[in-house]
């Protein structure tokens, strides 16, 4: 065989040979990416719409079926499976193996987009992924706790400090949080004023939304310059909330702080988490596809040693699991 021939007449040459197959043999393996499972994602696409305070039956008359009956007209359509709950939308819609995953999502999503006007008001937009990639699990998971902190301030800081801090490492896809409080204005009103000014809730809520609401009324141009001007009548302290005008009578006006109690509170939470009996707030860090895991876990270590450095006195940040 010419290989023979080459090696025995060319030996220098069939050493370099040998020697760069070796050298690049040892770079390529450096640069392979590790995974714990084969990247086989299979054909199937979840669609996740979240409607706050319906019933599972409302859910599924306004959302799971119309939904159902949407993406039903996908080429490629092998079985659906839906699951209504209280307040959110799940479903599960699976395709044959010979198609094309990529062009079947955005089909999905045009078909959602198709009816997203007849949902209810309240319902959120559609959130579609592919379903079943090994990327679901997070590749760590930490805890962020601290004995002279609320909440409030523990859900500030994994918001503002710690998420920021891990979506920024190559190689993760997204940062997610469980356990946090959001700050909510509660208007709690008392219906025996409101029925001695002769009014109703909904004169309360007509007033809010009249009042509360930011809008753009136009632009100011001169020779140098456009500033655009906007009308900024959000409130955001209880003190504000209570000097609304609810509506007039006999030219007095009466104020919301007159028909109900406001108070600066939290939004009922949906998840809690403890460690040790304490309040905390957990932080889950998933990688972005194909990216090296031992890669992003080494660098998710040494930007939680960092973080650690830059917390305020009192908090901690765990490593749970990797």
Do not use: C
Request: glycine residues 6%; aromatic residues 4%.
């Amino acid at each position: 065989m010419w290989i023979t021939r080459v090696s025995i007449h060319h030996p220098v040459f069939a050493t370099m040979v040998m020697v760069a197959l070796a050298v690049l043999g040892l770079f390529s393996y450096a640069r392979l990416g590790v995974e714990p499972m084969p990247d086989v994602a299979p054909p199937a696409v979840q669609i996740w719409v979240s409607y706050p305070g319906a019933s599972p039956e409302q859910v599924e008359n306004d959302l799971t079926k119309p939904i159902e009956n949407a993406v039903n007209t996908v080429a490629g359509v092998k079985r659906i499976l839906s699951r209504a709950d209280e307040g959110r939308s799940l479903t599960w819609v699976e395709f044959r193996l010979d198609v094309d995953i990529a062009r079947a999502t955005q089909e999905v999503r045009d078909k959602l987009a198709q009816i997203r006007a007849a949902f209810p008001r309240d319902a959120k937009d559609p959130v579609v992924q592919r379903g079943g990639s090994e990327n679901d699990q997070p590749v760590a998971s930490f805890v962020l706790s601290g004995a002279t902190l609320t909440q409030r301030q523990l859900t500030t800081l994994a918001e503002q400090v710690v998420s920021k801090a891990f979506e920024r490492i190559n190689g993760v896809g997204r940062v997610a949080l469980g356990g946090t409080v959001t700050r909510q204005i509660q208007v709690r009103v008392d219906p025996v004023r409101l029925t001695a000014y002769g009014l109703t809730v909904d004169h309360v809520v007509a007033a809010l939304r009249a009042a509360n609401v930011s809008v753009p009324v136009g632009t100011i141009a001169s020779d140098t310059l456009e500033a655009i001007v906007r009308v900024d009548g959000r409130m955001a302290t209880p003190v504000e909330f209570a000097k609304l005008v609810v509506a007039r009578k006999n030219g007095a006006p009466i104020l919301l702080g007159q028909v109900a109690a406001v108070a600066d509170a939290e939004r009922e939470r949906q998840s809690i988490t403890r460690i040790n009996g304490q309040p905390a707030v957990g932080v889950w860090v998933f990688k972005a596809q194909d990216a090296n895991i031992v890669e992003v876990g080494r660098e998710l270590k040494a930007a939680a040693d960092d973080l650690r450095k830059q917390l305020p006195p009192g908090a901690e940040l765990k490593l749970k699991s990797a």
